[in-house]
C-alpha cells in the first residue's frame, strides 16, 4: 500500500494540489453554498476518484491482479468523465434542459453496466490484461465531445449574453478538454487529463466565487441605501408631525367663534394624530385603538358625504389584537371606490367575528348600484391594498381577500385568534 500511495502520488501530484487549493478555498469561503459550488465540488472528487482509478490499472498490471478490477475501474472512468462535464453544464443550464442532457449519460450507465457484467459492448480484458475494443467502444467518447460541444455552445451564448466571464471560462474548459485528448490521441502530450478537469474546475469556481461577492456586495449596498432612506424618513417623519400638530392647535385657537371650523380642524388633528401614533408601531395594537382610527377618519367623511355617508356596524367581539393601519385604509378605499363616486352615497359595513378558531373582519360597501363587477375590481387595484396586504403578512402572518359583486366589493382581514394579551 506504502508503494501504491508513493507511485500515485508521483504520477498525480498536480491534480492532488489543485484539488487541495479548491477545497482550502471552500474551507476559507463558507459562505458560498450555493447549487453551482456544490456542483463543482462533487466534479472536484470525482476527478480525484479518476487519478486513483488510473493509477489503479497501473497497480493491476504490475501485480497481475485479477481482471475483473479492470472491468469496475474502466466501466467507473467512462462513467465518471461525462459525469463531470454534465455537472459543469448542470451549473448553466435552466431545469427544464437538464433531464434532456442527462438521457445520455444514464444510456451511457446502462451499458456500462451491462459491460462489466460481461457482455463486452464497449470493451474487455484478456486475461494478460491486454484491452478489447468493442462494437459500441466509441460510445463514451462521442458522448464526451457531445457534452462539450453543449458546453461550448452555452459559452457563447453567455458571453452574448453579458455573462463574459463565466462564458469565457467555459469555451477555455471546452478548448483545453479538446486539446488535452488530441494531444493524447497524438502522443504528444500523455497523461495530463486530470490535471486539465482539475485547473478548469478550479477557474470555474473562482469565478462563481467572485460573482457571488459581487451580488453580496451589490446586495448590503442597496440595503445600506434603503437603511440610510429609512433613517431620513424616520428623521423627517419625527419633525413633521409635531410642526403640523402645532400649527393645526394654533389655527383651531383662532377658530373658536367659528364652531363648525373649529370642530373639523379637532377632527383632523385627531385624524392624523391616529396616524402619526400608527405608523411607527410595528407591533399588533387593540382592534378597539384600530377603530378609534377609522371613526377619526369617518368624523372627516361625514362631513363631506353627510347623510349620504351610512356606516353599519357588525362587532361581535372587539377582544384581539390587528397590526396597525389595516382596517382604516379599507374603510376608505370603501367610501372613496363604493360611495363616493356615486350621488345618491351608499352604505359601508364594518364586522369582525370569529370563525374556526380565526378572527374575520369584513369591510364592505353596496357600491350604490355600481354596474359593472369588473370595474369595481379595476378601480380597487392600488398601492393602499397592497400595503394592508404587506403589513398583514409581516407582522401578523395574516390574510386579505378582495371579493368582487355585481353591487359592491367586501374586503375580508382573516388573522390568528390573538388576544389582547397574546403578543
Not at 400608527?278 to 363631506?304: Q, S, T
Not at 363587477?373 to 378582495?402: C, D, F, M, P, Q
Request: net charge negative; aromatic share 10%.
Amino acid at each position: 500500500m506504502k508503494q501504491f500511495i508513493s507511485d500515485y502520488l508521483s504520477s498525480n501530484y498536480l491534480t492532488v494540489m489543485v484539488l487541495l487549493a479548491f477545497t482550502t478555498l471552500l474551507l476559507i469561503d463558507r459562505s458560498i453554498t450555493n447549487k453551482p459550488i456544490k456542483l463543482l465540488a462533487a466534479s472536484m472528487l470525482l476527478t480525484l476518484m479518476v487519478s486513483f482509478l488510473d493509477q489503479l490499472e497501473i497497480w493491476c498490471d504490475f501485480y497481475d491482479k485479477p481482471v475483473w478490477i479492470l472491468y469496475i475501474k474502466s466501466a467507473l472512468v467512462y462513467m465518471i468523465y461525462p459525469m463531470i462535464l454534465l455537472f459543469e453544464l448542470f451549473v448553466t443550464l435552466p431545469n427544464k434542459n437538464k433531464l434532456m442532457m442527462a438521457i445520455p449519460q444514464i444510456l451511457n450507465t446502462v451499458l456500462l453496466v451491462c459491460n462489466a457484467c460481461g457482455l463486452e459492448i464497449i470493451y474487455g480484458y484478456r486475461a494478460d490484461h491486454s484491452f478489447i475494443a468493442g462494437p459500441l467502444r466509441m460510445y463514451p467518447a462521442v458522448l464526451m465531445c457531445f457534452y462539450v460541444g453543449v458546453l461550448s455552445l452555452t459559452a457563447v451564448r453567455m458571453m452574448r449574453g453579458g455573462e463574459r466571464k463565466q462564458g469565457a471560462v467555459l469555451l477555455f474548459i471546452s478548448f483545453a478538454s479538446i486539446l488535452t485528448l488530441l494531444l493524447e490521441l497524438a502522443e504528444i502530450a500523455e497523461g495530463y487529463t486530470d490535471e486539465i478537469c482539475a485547473l478548469g474546475l478550479l477557474v470555474y469556481y473562482w469565478v462563481i466565487s467572485a460573482n457571488s461577492h459581487d451580488q453580496i456586495r451589490d446586495q448590503l449596498h442597496r440595503t445600506q441605501l434603503e437603511a440610510e432612506r429609512s433613517k431620513n424618513e424616520l428623521l423627517v417623519a419625527q419633525i413633521r408631525p409635531h410642526f403640523i400638530n402645532n400649527s393645526l392647535m394654533a389655527i383651531r385657537s383662532r377658530a373658536r367663534d367659528y364652531p363648525e371650523l373649529y370642530e373639523s380642524i379637532t377632527r383632523f388633528s385627531k385624524y392624523l394624530r391616529s396616524h402619526f401614533d400608527a405608523m411607527g408601531d410595528a407591533k399588533m395594537i387593540p382592534f378597539e385603538k384600530e377603530m378609534d382610527n377609522v371613526e377619526a377618519y369617518l368624523d372627516l367623511e361625514r362631513e363631506n358625504y353627510g347623510d349620504l355617508l351610512d356606516v353599519q356596524y357588525d362587532i361581535e367581539d372587539d377582544g384581539f389584537l390587528i397590526p396597525a393601519l389595516t382596517v382604516q385604509p379599507l374603510v376608505e378605499n370603501a367610501v372613496r371606490h363604493g360611495i363616493g363616486d356615486h350621488a345618491h352615497g351608499g352604505t359601508v359595513w364594518i364586522r369582525a367575528h370569529r370563525q374556526e378558531g380565526r378572527i374575520v373582519i369584513e369591510v364592505a360597501d353596496d357600491g350604490s348600484g355600481a354596474t359593472c363587477a369588473e370595474t369595481e375590481k379595476t378601480a380597487r387595484k392600488g398601492i393602499g391594498i397592497e400595503n394592508v396586504r404587506k403589513r398583514l403578512r409581516s407582522i401578523s402572518n395574516g390574510e386579505l381577500e378582495i371579493l368582487h359583486g355585481d353591487y359592491g366589493t367586501t374586503a375580508r382581514i382573516i388573522l390568528d385568534d390573538t388576544t389582547e394579551g397574546g403578543k
